[in-house]
């Protein structure tokens, strides 16, 4: 039986007492499910209503109510009848005027709900001009409730843009120009309010809200008005600031908008607001001044460097007073008011060196005049960011203390200033920047001995600071480079300075290749690089991957020290003599870099060196494989994964086909007993048959024998262990011989067994959602099959049955099984409409246009709602594949499927608008033509939740009866 709305009322005060109050966490967490519960019932607008207007009600109870008001009024008005607006309107504004004086957020709460009232309810039904003339009216009225007035007439632009209110896009559209077209009116009732010292901070805030909006007002008008004045003249006042702010750094957004008519009509209010913006630069170098309100200015000066950098750009006297008060933000003791500006430096380099910013000089001799002139003035104000900003990636005193949420922003801080330097190096080239870099570090290295109290923090900021331009510096930098490296050799042992020494090492090793015989750095470079491995796990870390980088570099100059490099390889994998702090994901940079080296290497000699670089990772297999298949079975995965990867990532690096095939040949034996004998263990599966994929993409067609073997262990495997990773090993097989009519037998039993088995196992939306790993690598095989082979993937029986089994799983929600499945699909579609695929064209369509319309309905679900919207452009494409595909007959089936929505969910022009775009489609029309009639249809469907499941209960995309092609 229905409870009664007071029943209801006291269980509410109930439920929110227990939620707040009582000790019990689970008694706690049933009170909040049953409240979230109660907001989506129609029940919830009456008993809101009452108890927001029941004197007794405490603030929790008034909390509560008025968010839950303002949530259905957003998301569910339509429960509404049409008769329920004016008693909605009238109990709200009641409220509001109740409220005037009662707690803020309670006030703001209806004042959005009546915004959102707003949007949902034409103009007309406001009564003459629409909630703003309504509001005008009653503001003129009644005077006393003048806060709860300036609150909503805060709150009404923001809600034009508030994509949480349920309303359809036409209607959302003309709310907007309703607003515009009345931004005018708002401003005079803001305007008359001016006199209330006390609500100066309201009306300010109102103004910056509606300045969002505004539309066309001429420069002359915004220059002289007395809000632009009262918000100019706030900005001198500790109370109004950060009001203030909010309204000039909007005027400052609002002059460089397209509705402003841009910058050149926007002047003579840029002229008003630049001189009182730069009037605060002494305000902002007094330490005295409240952080908050300095950040509050920071942010003016970097919006107006933001907003006005291609006229900055030019370099003139004024722009460059601009200039220098950034380069004050930016010298600011605190990170997050100096890294406001960091964007405008970006951008003003991309203004400087930037071609298409000097179009208008005409010649290429101008062009590069002015774009020297404009670099040589910069030149000054770039070397001193550099300077202000490298001391910011010092590690601080305590950070071995930090959190790691602290770690964490301390390393966003040295991203950022890395982002800094590469925009500088932009400007003034690596070459000068090093120069400055490398006299701080002489300077922190002078106080920085090997002794262990040594502050080593300067000297490792500049190191950093080195490294974080190394893209910049010149191969040939013959000057300050060799004195860096020589300086590395001499650094204390400290982990941090080490980590970061051989990061440099890493990143200028192509430097290192290049630097002239005579200076022979190379054997230092291991050697600090050794120490780095002997250190810590993060400068191991590094190391490892900065002698990756090395021999990548210097693959040839270290042909000849094979010996030495082995040496450091079988300590760093093998652990023989101990010393190296390397993790085994670490040593695999030793992997890949003697890998790169022995690429190197004339064949015969690769061979040999082929088999010493294979040993440290076959040997212990072997061992486990020794000693039976009872060990076999029980040794946990690692034991497994961590040589196997070792042996892909050979496979992969080492550039000698012949040879690679040659070992895969070799070891076959022990990877075919841990197929045999772990193919129930999916990480040992993963791990080999990646080793397998990346010996198949190495070796190619020189595989010979080994690739049948291997073929056959996998088809018999699958279909016991259902392994996904067999069908990611078949597709780079595929990629590889799938065009070689030697291999088409083969193949073809091969994509028979795999797909025949893995549409029985996913029959149902709910077995591909339990196995998302499978659906994904069964189409992205599928898809490679056509690509690589469709003469025989597309005549093979188990096609329709694919297709069939595509339909099944559309509408998974993981997002790649799902995105491999609809490429799949466009694959097919491609096909058809390409030169290669005329003759497959009678197969697939004897396949796609019995399901066409089932296709059709799937793909119109998952584009209005069955899918997140983030998959709208995925399914988009497929739907303008099969619409180029079969044209007239997809306008046809996409009638029979919209038709089925109601039209309480769907009107009739929302209907044709998406059909006519389908039309166009049909004609010829490309992608972007689809994409907004789509996502406005999309957007309608999904507007609220009852709508959603209207949408979904009437398209039923998983209850579909697919039509079964007779054989």
Known sequence: MESSSVELQNTVKEALNALYHHPEDSVRL????????????????????????DASSNLETVIFCSQTLRSKVQRDFEELPSEAFCPLRDSLYTLLKKLHNGPSKVRTQISIAVAALAVHVPAEDWGGGGVLSWLRDEMNSHPEWIRSFLELLTVLPQEAFNYRIAARPERRRQFEKELSSLSEVALNLLTACLGHNELMEQVLEAFASWLRLCQGIPASTLASHPLVFAALSGLN???????????VSELIHYTVSERSGGLSMQMPLVQVLVPRVMGLREQLKDSLKDEEDVKAMARLFADMGDSYVELIATGSDESMLIVQALLEVASHPEYDIASMTFNFWHSLQANLTGREFYSSYGTEAAIEAERSRRLQIFRPAFELLVSLVSFRVQYPTDYQDLSKEDLKDFKQTRYAVEDVLMDAASVLGGDPILRILFMKLVQAVGSCRSDESCEWRPAEAALYCIWAISKSVSFTEAEIMPQVMALLSKLPHQPQLLQTACLIIGAYSRWINAAPAELSILPSII??????????????????????????????????????????Y??????????????PEDSLHLVEALSMVITELPPDHAKKALEMLCLPAVAPLQEIINQGSG?????????????????????RHVNHPEAVADAIQRLWPILKAIFDHRAWDMRTMESLCRACKYAVRTSGKFMGVTIGAMLEEIQGLYQQHHQPCFLYLSSEVVKIFGSDPACTTYLGSLIEALFGHTTHLLMTIQDFTARPDIADDCFLLASRCIRYCPHIFVSSSIFPSLVDCSMIGITIQHRDACNSILTFLSDVLDLTNSSVGERYRPII?????????????????????????????????????????????????????????PSTAVTEVERSSFLNALMEAASGSGISSLTAPIRELSEVCRRNRSVHEIVQGALRPLDLNFTVVSS
């Open 30 to 53: 049933e009170a909040d499910q049953w409240l979230q519960r109660f907001q989506r019932t129609i029940d919830a607008w009456q008993v809101s209503d009452n108890l927001l207007h």
């Open 237 to 247: 006042s500790e109370q109004l600031l950060e009001a203030s702010v909010n309204v």
């Open 527 to 568: 050697e600090t690089l050794t120490r780095g491995m002997s250190t810590s796990e993060d400068s191991a870390a590094a190391a490892a991957v900065a002698f990756r980088h090395v021999c990548d570099a210097c693959r040839k100059k270290l042909c000849g020290s094979l010996d030495g490099l082995f040496h450091i």
């Open 570 to 583: 079988h300590q760093g994998v093998s652990g023989e003599g101990g010393g190296y702090k390397l993790s």
């Open 631 to 651: 060990m076999l079975q029980q040794v946990v995965a690692r034991q497994f994964t961590v040589h196997i990867d070792r042996l892909a990532t050979i496979f």
């Open 845 to 901: 369509d004897g396949v796609i246009v019995p399901r066409g319309a089932s296709l059709t309905r799937i793909l119109i679900a998952s584009l209005t709602g069955a899918l997140p919207s983030s998959r709208l452009e995925e399914v988009t494409y497929v739907l303008l594949a099969l619409t180029r595909t079969y044209g007239i007959k997809v306008l046809e089936w996409a009638k029979g499927s919209v038709s089925l929505i």
